[in-house]
């Protein structure tokens, strides 16, 4: 009797740990969507102004935290820095290969002015746009 008892428990305890297990993968199913998401709002937004970690909050209905969390746990980035990244990627890009001018590259991407333009490229870069600019085209 003790030991069939043991079994029923075990078998329950087995069941509910499967059940558990395929609830977890479910979650983490549903996190990867989520943040195959949020990558192609970054990439659909790239040049939107409004562009950052409490827009992209807005737009999958979530607090700016979850958010922020469930991205980094992820993707081992912040979401702060991807976004960073992506648009300086961009940029970069605009500078080698077209013949914008710094003007039009700041305006496109939606700065709201070309200081923080300026000093947005350099803080990443460690060159002003221009410098960037004749440097990587020399090289």
Do not use: W
Not at 102 to 127: A, C, P, Q, R, W
Not at 130 to 139: E, I, L, S, T
């Amino acid at each position: 009797s003790t030991l069939n008892a043991i079994e029923i428990r075990l078998a329950e305890r087995c069941a509910g740990d499967i059940e558990q297990l395929s609830k977890t993968k479910e979650a983490d199913s549903g996190k990867k969507e989520l943040i195959g998401e949020i990558i192609g709002l970054v990439e659909d937004n790239l040049y939107n102004p409004d562009l950052s970690v409490v827009f992209l909050a807005d737009h999958v209905h979530l607090s700016v935290n979850y958010l922020r969390n469930v991205f980094k746990e992820n993707t081992g980035d912040s979401l702060s820095s991807y976004i960073t990244q992506k648009k300086l990627a961009l940029i970069c890009n605009l500078l080698l290969n077209t013949d914008m001018s710094l003007s039009e590259i700041s305006d496109k991407l939606g700065f709201s002015t070309k200081n923080y333009f300026f000093t947005f490229v350099k803080k990443h870069t460690g060159m002003t746009p221009g410098d960037y600019r004749k440097k990587m085209k020399k090289d």
